[in-house]
């Protein structure tokens, strides 16, 4: 049976602990992934005093001190999950891993959801899907879009949502949380 780890970065505002991301821990964990939770929340509770430039720094010293936990080559498949400035922290993670010889090439794949202009230089169509709500303030739908169709990434967009993925009702909160689960269960 193959080893598989799955790791959880959290967006600026939106912890391992919200939805998008507890849910994709839970579709992990029943097949068959080690998980691990990334929690900068002391960076978060800053988020209003600091850049998102500062705060993608910050993390980025966080995540590297958390992977060094973890015997990476170990794993057969390690998927990196992330939300918004997660994914930033996400992309240049497995860049680095790949990089320092930590895991091999093609080893991490990613969900991206949510995420901001700064993923870009870390999204390939051969080890990541995107999620996004097409009236996401941070990432305009059309540069995401220009960018996935230029370099043939799988792009799932929602209507009517922005980068929260929620509606202002309830049940169509729910009802775009479970297509989005359904992504994540035949991706994983």
């Given amino acids: 049976m193959k080893k598989k780890l799955a790791v959880f970065f959290p967006g600026r505002r939106y912890g391992v602990d919200c939805p998008l991301l507890y849910y994709a821990?839970?579709?992990c964990r029943e097949k068959g992934y080690d998980t691990l939770l990334m929690h900068y929340s002391e960076y978060r509770d800053k988020k209003d005093m600091i850049t998102i430039e500062e705060n993608i720094r910050q993390t980025l010293s966080y995540v590297r001190g958390r992977i060094k936990e973890k015997d990476l080559a170990s794993y057969d498949e390690i998927l990196f999950v992330s939300k918004s400035l997660g994914t930033?922290?996400?992309?240049?993670?497995?860049?680095?891993?790949?990089?320092?010889?930590?895991?091999?090439?093609?080893?991490?794949?990613?969900?991206?959801?949510?995420?901001?202009?700064?993923?870009?230089?870390?999204?390939?169509?051969?080890?990541?899907?995107?999620?996004?709500?097409?009236?996401?303030?941070?990432?305009?739908?059309?540069?995401?879009?220009?960018?996935?169709?230029?370099?043939?990434?799988?792009?799932?967009?929602?209507p009517d949502v922005g980068h929260s993925m929620e509606h202002e009702k309830i049940k169509d909160t729910l009802k775009t949380m479970k297509k989005i689960m359904k992504i994540v269960e035949n991706y994983v």
């Fill in 25 to 27: 821990e839970s579709i």
């Fill in 88 to 158: 930033v922290s996400a992309g240049w993670l497995a860049d680095a891993l790949e990089k320092e010889k930590r895991v091999k090439p093609g080893t991490i794949r990613h969900i991206f959801m949510t995420p901001l202009e700064q993923t870009f230089p870390y999204m390939r169509k051969e080890n990541c899907i995107v999620i996004s709500g097409e009236l996401d303030r941070y990432l305009e739908r059309k540069k995401l879009k220009k960018f996935c169709k230029k370099h043939e990434v799988l792009w799932y967009c929602f």
